[in-house]
């Protein structure tokens, strides 16, 4: 693995989310300070594919070489008859060695001081921690950072900021209609408890109107030629407002998406390293780079906004119009396993591609560069197209580093000789 990383010698931490290995090693490649990733009990992302107990201290052990750290979500509301497995949970998680626990429930704050006392304590967003007299009543209880609220504008932030412990608030990615992410419609319509790791995403769903005395006879809701998504929140993005966010005396950016793609992270936790990395290497001439979005916006998102930190109406109110996604797609197409030499690379191929294609291919340790496909070989034979889920020997016009992502852009570019 790459070791030009940058490790937090800077004011704030790129936090990542990790909803597997292969995820936890892209966003470490890419330059996340830290992780957060969930075992496989007791977390809120119970469909992410989430971390055995040995995968958890491989994890670690991963990261510290890199000079990061790993946070374990426990941010589960559980039941009584639950405690006692808890409790045996964070006994075999403090042998791990992780740098701190995520927790939302004061029984499970309680019980981590008494089981695992030398573990520092981190607040989830769904404590609801939205003022400093809320904050210093965590801060007794033994807490060392707090997600902030996400309803809390930056001002907001910032007196909290004021306080003798860490904020960390979120940057990028979904957001939750409900109120920090207290939501009962999953509950209420399927049975399946978002507080408990099981959210069915209903806020997602199109719906229709059906009159009480006239079941099955559906009346559209439209918005467009979908229908209409009458809880769909934009998703959260920040890139253009990383100044303010670092004035407001946040320590730690958290991206979202356990439950993302290594397309996604590698994108977004690439965008954001190169944006804090170029503020701080000399914040008064610090310009945003246009690529910065335009890289997130080939990812596919629910239209970006800026939430509630700057108090824009229309950032605030659900997107109605779209739930497919909105900003041109780049396909994702392979993995690159091992450094190229004479431009031939081993990859893992994940969507279908064909020799002469041009490509984008995303580096964990430099801006984007184009490139093309020359030939595509498997177990030795020349194909010409490339089918998922295969193992590939792929010729491109120039090398590139292990565990670089190449994506085709939606909008063909022209096949120039110089890329």
């Not at 520092?120 to 807490?143: E, R, Y």
């Not at 809701?221 to 005396?249: T, V, W």
């Not at 246009?290 to 916006?297: H, K, V």
């Not at 229309?314 to 396993?337: R, T, Y």
Request: charged share 20%; glycine share 6%; net charge neutral.
């Amino acid at each position: 693995m790459s070791k030009h990383i940058h490790r937090s010698k800077l004011p704030v931490e790129l936090l990542a989310p990790a909803g597997n290995m292969e995820k936890l090693e892209i966003a470490l490649t890419y330059g996340a300070d830290a992780v957060y990733l969930g075992g496989q009990n007791f977390s809120l992302r119970n469909f992410s594919g989430n971390f055995s107990m040995p995968e958890i201290k491989e994890a670690v052990r991963l990261a510290h070489s890199l000079e990061a750290k790993v946070y374990v979500a426990c941010n589960i509301f559980p039941r009584s008859h639950e405690l006692p497995e808890l409790k045996s949970y964070l006994k075999d998680l403090s042998a791990c060695g992780p740098d701190a626990l995520i927790v939302g429930d004061p029984g499970v704050l309680m019980l981590a001081k008494e089981t695992v006392p030398h573990i520092p304590l981190h607040l989830s967003t769904q404590a609801n921690t939205t003022n400093v007299a809320a904050l210093k009543f965590w801060a007794n209880q033994g807490i060392r950072r707090i997600n902030a609220a996400r309803e809390l504008p930056l001002e907001e932030i910032q007196i909290l900021c004021q306080e003798n412990l860490e904020v960390e608030c979120f940057v990028h990615g979904a957001m939750c209609i409900a109120y920090s992410g207290r939501c009962l419609l999953s509950s209420c319509m399927t049975g399946r408890d978002s507080n408990r790791g099981h959210c069915a995403h209903p806020c997602r769903w199109s719906y229709t109107v059906v009159e009480a005395k006239r079941p099955g006879h559906y009346f559209p809701l439209q918005e467009d030629q979908r229908g209409s998504y009458i809880f769909n929140s934009k998703d959260l993005c920040m890139i253009s407002h990383l100044p303010e966010m670092i004035a407001a005396g946040i320590s730690s950016f958290k991206i979202e998406g356990r439950m993302k793609s290594i397309h996604y992270l590698a994108a977004t936790v690439g965008a954001y390293r190169e944006a804090l990395d170029l503020f701080f290497k000399n914040p008064v001439a610090y310009k945003e780079d246009p690529a910065w979005y335009q890289r997130l916006n080939s990812l596919h998102h629910r239209g970006y906004g800026t939430g509630f930190y700057l108090k824009n109406p229309k950032d605030i109110n659900p997107d109605a119009e779209n739930i497919e996604g909105k900003g041109p797609k780049a396909l994702f197409v392979g993995k690159i396993l091992s450094n190229g030499l004479s431009g031939l690379h081993n990859i893992i191929c994940r969507n279908r591609f064909v020799a002469g294609d041009v490509v984008e291919v995303l580096h964990p340790d430099a801006p984007p560069s184009m490139d093309r496909i020359l030939t595509i070989e498997e177990a030795g034979t020349p194909i010409s197209v490339a089918r998922p889920n295969t193992k590939l020997q792929v010729t491109l016009e120039n090398n590139h580093t292990a565990l670089s992502l190449i994506r085709i852009p939606e909008e063909p570019l022209p096949k120039a000789s110089v890329y």
